[in-house]
């Protein structure tokens, strides 16, 4: 029965994969296969190692890009070998270090190769409220053109990674609205990119910089929907500015996110490669993705 499901989904993607002749497109240096979205505020976008807007250039052994299988959607939608910062031209107004992305991205590799070359897409900008993210505002406008971007060589979206919240501590409004705006945020990105079981893995906040920590971290903690895990940055070292998550926070928060990626998604070999193929990627995620709890 299983061989069988397979079999009909490779014909499929056989069928549909001719030339794609409308679409301007160069082949990346690796053919990504686990395309992973990386968006939210300055802590996603990476400060490890940012003092007084002069980011150190240390880069520890477990962000190092070290495989042209690990790449990144450059601002000019290209794929281009990963290395820190990740964000450098997409939060083009702050001063990028180290985030989580490639600590995630080396440490799901070495854990399980099985993965394919690995696509990460960075859409993070510091200093951003969630309302910022909305359905229909340019933040969330762009990401879904980025991943749209990158599915075009093929590929399947894995799991969007979200690491926000602190700018909505400061007013008490922005507080409590944060959970139905987080719960919409998900729902609407799913829709949008027709994968309606996206896994999201979030960080919960440790601290913010408004009085109304604890409201955001509740609600964040209670999201109510399927396929979202949450990882804890609490007790995680932060810079001196207080501010941001040091490097090695960094690296340890990577690492956490991908445990919590590897113990909650079953990996799929990824036999769709065609970008017309985007039905197939719901069938697959539909179909053998186990829900998260
Ligand atoms: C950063 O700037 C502050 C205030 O201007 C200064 O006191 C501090 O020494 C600077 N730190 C570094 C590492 O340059
Ligand atoms: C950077 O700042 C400029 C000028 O304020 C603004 O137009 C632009 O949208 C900003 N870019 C990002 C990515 O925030
Ligand atoms: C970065 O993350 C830490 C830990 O959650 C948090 O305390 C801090 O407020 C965040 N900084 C910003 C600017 O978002």
Redesign the pocket.
């Known amino acids: 029965m299983f061989a069988f499901l397979w079999l009909m989904l490779l014909a499929y993607a056989w069928l549909v994969s001719p030339v794609n002749s409308n679409n301007v497109y160069s082949p990346p240096p690796s053919q990504v296969q686990s395309i992973f979205l990386l968006a939210g505020q300055s802590n996603m976008s990476g400060r490890g190692g940012v ?2 807007r ?1 980011w150190d250039g240390v880069i520890p052994f477990q962000s190092q890009s070290k495989t042209p299988s690990i790449l990144r959607l450059s601002a000019v939608q290209t794929w281009v070998q990963a290395q820190d910062p990740l964000h450098k031209d997409i939060d083009v107004n702050n001063t990028c270090g180290v985030g989580p992305g490639m600590a995630f991205a080396n440490s799901v590799m070495s854990k399980d190769s099985s993965i394919g070359a690995i696509g990460l897409v960075p859409c993070a900008i510091g200093g951003t409220k969630i309302s910022e993210w909305g359905r229909g505002r340019e933040l969330y406008n762009r990401l879904i053109r980025r991943a749209e971007a990158a599915l075009q060589g093929g590929g399947i979206i894995r799991a969007l990674l979200w690491y926000q919240g602190e700018s909505d501590t400061i007013e008490h409004e922005d507080a409590k609205l944060y959970k139905i705006r987080l719960e919409r945020l998900f729902t609407h990105l799913r829709a949008d990119l027709q994968l309606p079981a996206l896994p999201v893995i979030q960080v919960a906040l440790a601290s913010g910089q408004g009085p109304y920590v604890d409201v955001v971290r509740k609600a964040q903690f209670e999201v109510d929907l399927p396929n979202v895990k949450t990882v804890d940055a609490y007790g995680l070292p932060m810079e ?1 500015d207080s501010l941001h998550l040091s490097t090695s926070a960094q690296v340890r928060l990577g690492e956490m996110l991908a445990d919590t990626f590897l113990q909650s998604v079953p990996l799929l070999p990824v036999h769709v490669q065609s970008s017309a193929c985007k039905t197939c990627q719901n069938f697959v995620l539909d179909t053998f993705l186990r829900p998260f709890r």
Do not use: K
Request: aromatic share 0%.
């Open positions: 003092i007084n002069t001196p």
